[in-house]
């Protein structure tokens, strides 16, 4: 029976990087939104799903944060998938012949240089992948697209160019999500707990709640803050830290953060990508 992972983007995007480094057995599933990536896994429609969280130049992926706690679904793992960008064309037009590209906004700045360098003109598009799956039927031989090297394979697009990006540490970090939680498993590698959390209206209520962390000697990764409810008082927190919540030192970090909190949700327990180590 056909497993599916979902993503968002079209077939060639990062996203179906990601699910095919996670689940290379598992069949990918393009979705339009993030919201329509939740919605194909709490329907059954897809058994897993990969979800940006943040990338290493622009940081938070807008939105994830708020959806992650309301989608009903499970962190199981991570991914990180490296951003390398391609310049394809129609197949059998040269480099020389491509005097504009098209991509995501975000991607174009990183390959600056080399469209400099080949007075190639940049223009946005909503999609890379969407961008090469158009550039398939357009029959345009002066335009290209930068994108993956997985969305020329789809399209039947031909590569001129590869890792054109002016730095090479740009990279993604992917959740996989699931419709069940799995606590019980442990690896080699260090064990994650992601949770969010809000503290309780009382004076210096983050900075002791924080210190039940310090003293139990574990290390948080990550620690974000954003707004709920329209409210500018009610704030979220959202956290990774190293360790199992059945961990000693995890168990008594988490009873203190419980006695400054007005709620605590683990959103997933999960082994990390061995990108970390």
Do not use: W
Request: net charge negative; charged share 20%.
């Amino acid at each position: 029976m056909t497993k599916y992972i979902a993503f968002q983007g079209e077939l060639g995007a990062y996203g179906h990087e990601a699910c095919n480094s996670a689940h290379p057995e598992m069949t990918p599933l393009p979705c339009k939104t993030f919201d329509d990536v939740i919605a194909a896994v709490r329907s059954g429609h897809a058994d897993l799903a990969a979800l940006p969280v943040e990338n290493s130049t622009y940081g938070r992926v807008a939105d994830i944060h708020r959806l992650l706690p309301e989608s009903d679904l499970h962190i199981v793992g991570e991914i990180f998938t490296r951003v390398r960008i391609s310049l394809m064309a129609l197949p059998g037009v040269p480099l020389q012949d491509i005097k504009k590209v098209r991509a995501h906004l975000v991607l174009l700045p990183q390959a600056k240089s080399f469209l400099q360098k080949h007075n190639i003109a940049a223009e946005a598009a909503a999609d890379s992948a969407g961008a090469a799956a158009e550039l398939a039927v357009s029959g345009d031989r002066s335009s290209g697209v930068l994108a993956s090297e997985l969305a020329a394979q789809a399209y039947g697009l031909n590569v001129l160019a590869s890792n054109i990006e002016d730095y090479g540490h740009n990279t993604t970090r992917f959740l996989i999500m699931s419709r069940t939680p799995d606590h019980s498993r442990r690896s080699d590698r260090t064990m994650m707990t992601t949770f969010v959390f809000q503290v309780r209206n009382i004076p210096a209520a983050l900075y002791k709640a924080m210190g039940g962390f310090a003293t139990n000697g574990v290390n948080m990764t990550k620690l974000e803050s954003y707004m709920v409810g329209g409210s500018f008082t009610a704030t979220q927190f959202y956290a990774d830290i190293e360790g199992h919540p059945e961990d000693d030192n995890v168990k008594l970090a988490l009873e203190e953060l419980d006695y400054f909190t007005d709620s605590i949700h683990i959103l997933g327990v999960y082994p990390t990508d061995r990108s970390r180590d």
